[in-house]
């Protein structure tokens, strides 16, 4: 966490990548009143994510707020980094599968997996790169 905080005005954009649920979430979890000013931003490139990711194999994930999406949550890192550090985007990448095999993904599909949320990542800064979230 300090070696974040002493770089957080040079990082455009924070990701986490957990499993399993097939979810691309965003800030704000601990509470569904209140949205981040990106908010918007962030819901079109989950979307381009969504989208690409569902392309490559036909697996489906939700995008949105982690409150509205998944359940109300607090001390997720992306809240942190987003809320308390100012960093423009962040988000979770929650990975397959949506429960039959939970946390122990069998093997033939970690790299099925790994393809599809590549696909989503690289869709995901392309929609970043073009709303001007990041200058690379």
Do not use: C
Request: hydrophobic residues 40%; proline residues 5%.
């Amino acid at each position: 966490m300090n070696y974040f905080v002493s770089v957080k005005d040079k990082v455009n954009a924070y990701l986490s990548f957990h499993s399993y649920g097939q979810y691309i979430l965003f800030p704000y979890g601990h509470q569904n009143a209140e949205y981040s000013e990106n908010y918007y931003d962030m819901m079109e490139m989950g979307e381009a994510a969504a989208v690409a990711i569902y392309q490559r194999f036909g697996t489906p994930y939700e995008f949105g707020t982690t409150a509205d999406v998944l359940y109300i949550a607090s001390g997720s890192s992306p809240d942190w980094a987003h809320g308390t550090h100012g960093t423009p985007v962040a988000a979770t990448f929650e990975f397959r599968d949506n429960g039959f095999y939970g946390f122990i993904l069998p093997p033939e599909q970690i790299i099925p997996n790994a393809m599809e949320v590549l696909d989503g990542l690289v869709a995901f800064v392309r929609k970043g790169k073009e709303l001007g979230h990041f200058n690379v």
